[in-house]
């Protein structure tokens, strides 16, 4: 668990003025980003608004000096408030806030033993699939904020958008998205209007967090009931970061320590479960908000924590009044900057299968409402046709010298499961020739399931009278085959 050098880490929260400028405005605009979402999901959760906005704060705070991704924001949202809602339906916040540290500390484990590298089995194709559904996910959430509303709801979201994407070609000093919530705000209050408003939204805080211990009886049956839903909670919430995560390293062109991110984001749970929050995740649309404007380094994430807490505690009058159409032009804009337009030309552009993935990624996701569901099922079509594409480059080609009446086969490619029977299938087991050779110099055996089938059919052929000796094995090979079969090299 050993940190980035110091000179390093110092960089990723300090490199100019005007970096850490951007940062401080692209956190604020985050920040207002988080607001209507975290709300909404812990309304989704079971609990008051309150926990996930204290959860927020609480999470923006420690994974700015813990997290391995800077300019990464997280979050009381997302799939882990899917998995929290049962445990909160079934058992009741106390029972959550011990799930919290519990799964905190599971993702602190896997950090420590980096299974951040499982990462690499998700294909860029199930990543666009994410970022797509996201993004859709993102529009879908306000689509409650735009049915059976007054008719003056409609224009002044339009005002927003207008605002947000017309600004920055007049300057760029100051992020649109505050301008946005500003004038919006100062258009409400001088043209009284019936539009909803933050407070609509739900009850907010009105005091500091303060420690939260949760009152549950210390028992094998409290573990027992807590720990499925801890250890969920903890692999979706990677899940979510760790592509999050992703998207940042493509978007600024630069790597990040995934294992850090894991711990960190432990670290970050556990104590958002220790101020009676619940456990949270990497927000891939405040994320991409806050890299939009100009979010590069810790203190932009730091920044989305701080100003959090100052805007539910300290300016709470103020922050009850924004008009929610305001919040809403933001999450149209990150939901139309996160979505991976050029997807559309990939479709015809890339394979078939992976256009295939993609889509079964995005389809899953906006069913289900669950980025780890869909993200799951990416890997494993991707998984499918991997195996596919390369049972079919094995090949077995049979040659017959009559002079010594021997019966070649020389074998290419690679033998696993997938292509073991294929593999099989390319022998005559009827032949009459005397000998057989099994040449193997251009292939490789993966797996005991291989391994079984080449012993299957060296069996097979003695006991049809044939002389076999299978030649070529590479070293690998044959310290399976030697394990697992050592009689595919005696000849009897």
């Not at 909803?196 to 009850?203: A, E, F, T, Y």
């Not at 993200?375 to 077995?396: H, P, Q, T, W, Y």
């Not at 080449?454 to 310290?479: C, D, Q, T, Y």
């Amino acid at each position: 668990m050993s940190p980035k050098p110091t000179s390093h880490y110092a960089a990723e929260w300090f490199t100019t003025p005007r970096s850490a400028i951007n940062d401080i405005l692209a956190g604020m605009v985050a920040t207002f980003a988080l607001i209507p979402e975290v709300i909404a999901f812990s309304f989704v959760a079971g609990v008051d608004p309150e926990v996930g906005l204290f959860a927020t704060f609480i999470l923006g705070i420690v994974i700015a000096f813990t997290g391995g991704r800077p300019a990464m924001i997280t979050g009381a949202a997302g799939s882990v408030a899917l998995v929290a809602a049962a445990l909160v339906r079934s058992h009741g916040l106390d029972y959550l806030l011990l799930a919290t540290l519990l799964a905190g500390l599971f993702q602190v484990v896997f950090g420590l033993l980096r299974l951040d590298v499982l990462m690499r089995f998700v294909s860029k194709s199930v990543r666009t699939g994410f970022v797509n559904a996201l993004a859709i996910l993102i529009f879908s959430a306000q689509l409650p904020q735009m049915i059976h509303v007054p008719w003056q709801t409609y224009p002044m979201i339009a005002l927003g958008l207008v605002i947000i994407y017309l600004l920055p070609r007049v300057t760029t000093v100051i992020p649109s998205p505050l301008i946005c919530i500003i004038v919006l705000t100062v258009v409400s209050f001088a043209l009284p209007m019936p539009l909803h408003v933050v407070s609509d939204l739900g009850k907010l805080p009105t005091s500091l967090p303060h420690l939260v211990l949760p009152h549950v009886p210390l028992t094998l049956q409290t573990l027992g009931i807590v720990a499925p839903y801890a250890l969920a909670m903890a692999v979706v919430g990677l899940l979510e970061s760790m592509m999050t995560a992703s998207v940042v390293d493509e978007w600024t062109e630069t790597t990040s320590s995934k294992s850090r991110e894991c711990w960190g984001l432990g670290l970050s749970n556990i104590a958002a479960g220790l101020f009676g929050g619940i456990a949270g995740c990497g927000m891939i649309g405040q994320t991409v908000g806050n890299l939009r404007y100009g979010g590069r380094g810790r203190l932009s994430t730091l920044t989305s924590g701080l100003f959090l807490l100052l805007l539910i505690v300290v300016l709470h009058p103020w922050v009850a009044r924004i008009p929610v159409a305001a919040l809403v032009a933001i999450m149209i804009m990150v939901s139309v900057s996160t979505f991976s337009w050029s997807s559309f030309r990939d479709l015809a552009r890339h394979p078939k299968v992976s256009s295939v993935v993609m889509l079964a990624t995005v389809a899953v996701t906006v069913a289900t409402s669950d980025l780890a569901a869909g993200v799951a099922v990416g890997v494993l079509l991707s998984g499918v046709f991997f195996a596919f594409k390369v049972m079919r480059l094995m090949g077995v080609d049979a040659t017959y010298d009559e002079a010594t009446d021997t019966r070649l086969y020389r074998v290419s490619g690679q033998i696993f499961f997938a292509s073991a029977d294929m593999f099989a299938d390319r022998f005559d087991l009827r032949d009459e020739a005397k000998r057989a050779v099994i040449d193997l110099t251009q292939a490789h055996f993966w797996d005991i399931t291989a391994v079984g089938a080449l012993e299957s059919v060296v069996s097979k052929l003695r006991r049809h009278g044939m002389e076999v000796e299978v030649i070529g094995l590479n070293e690998a090979s044959a310290i399976l085959v030697d394990r697992h079969a050592p009689m595919v090299q005696s000849e009897v």
